[in-house]
């Protein structure tokens, strides 16, 4: 969810990609289905490892769910950190209908996060 809403948010003003410390190795089906309410299509999407940018520059890195802050690397030429602490809608109990709930809310919490994020970082680039 965090990549394709920090995506829409940037635009074309950032390349996004998430990772995890230890990914699950699939997109769980409620974040495909939460996303594709607001119009983005992430089913093709997957879950990836840090080890697959360790080599990579990295700008920003910005860790969103519980405590992903202390077990993400630093990258070679890392120039900000953020951490925004989202509960991991994964975790969500009860009914399928509750479990979409909560995904429904994490997601509205890091589309607004990163709506605001997105637009500091466009107003940000330099204009000649």
Not at 18 to 44: N, Q, T
Not at 72 to 87: I, K, L, M, N, S
Not at 105 to 110: C, F
């Amino acid at each position: 969810m965090a990549e394709a809403l920090l995506q829409r948010a940037a635009g074309n003003s950032l390349r996004v990609a998430s990772a995890g410390s230890a990914p699950s190795g699939y997109v769980h089906p409620l974040s495909i289905e939460a996303v594709a309410e607001l119009g983005l299509d992430i089913s093709e999407a997957r879950s990836k490892s840090l080890d697959e940018f360790i080599d990579q520059d990295v700008e920003t890195v910005i860790t969103v769910c519980g405590n992903a802050d202390q077990v993400c690397p630093v990258f070679p030429g890392q120039a900000r950190r953020y951490h925004w602490p989202f509960d991991d809608p994964a975790h969500a109990e009860g009914s399928e209908e509750e479990q979409m709930e909560v995904f429904r809310r994490v997601r509205d919490e890091i589309d607004q996060t990163f709506s605001a994020y997105g637009l500091g970082r466009k107003d940000a680039t330099p204009c000649i």
